[in-house]
């Protein structure tokens, strides 16, 4: 139970951080003033609808593909390293209103590839009379995930480097 929760700390931390602080920040780096709610608005429902489309392919082609690692880990490998490239890139690179509507997206996708063939592990892996435990274990991570996705990413925007937020994201998706 405690492998499986520690996948949501990763997740959440690198969503509350990045929904919450990181994009509206860059939205607001690169998109004119009167046009930047609008814009934060129209990148995030964009790329929560191609995350959501991925999550619903992903979990359901993970029920029925079997690779040799498994019909989840594939996925699950997957969509992590490409979100955690994704962040790596996008800490070293200078931002333009393309690159972050495409990263947004993509980073949408590619966590939802993940979460989408994680999610089906809690009934795959724990037998019946443990899952209130296990769901408690993941509702605890989560909101680890989310109080240090805030905390530390505030902390980093303001006193540090903004750079550091997504180097961290990105390790701590890859640790979890």
Known sequence: MLALST?????????????????????????????????????????????????????SLSDKVSLPWGRRTPFILSGAILTAILLIVEARRSLDATYVVGAYVCMQIFSNMTQGAFRPLLPDLIPKDQRGRAAGMLGLFTMLGVSLGYGLTGYELGCIHPEYALLLAAILLLLT
């Open 7 to 59: 996948l949501y700390l990763g997740l959440n931390y690198l969503w509350a951080s990045y929904n919450s602080l990181i994009l509206p920040a860059q939205v607001a780096q690169v998109f004119p003033n009167k046009e930047q709610d609008i814009a934060l608005g129209l990148v995030a429902a964009l790329g929560v609808g191609a995350g959501l489309v991925a999550n619903l392919l992903v979990g």
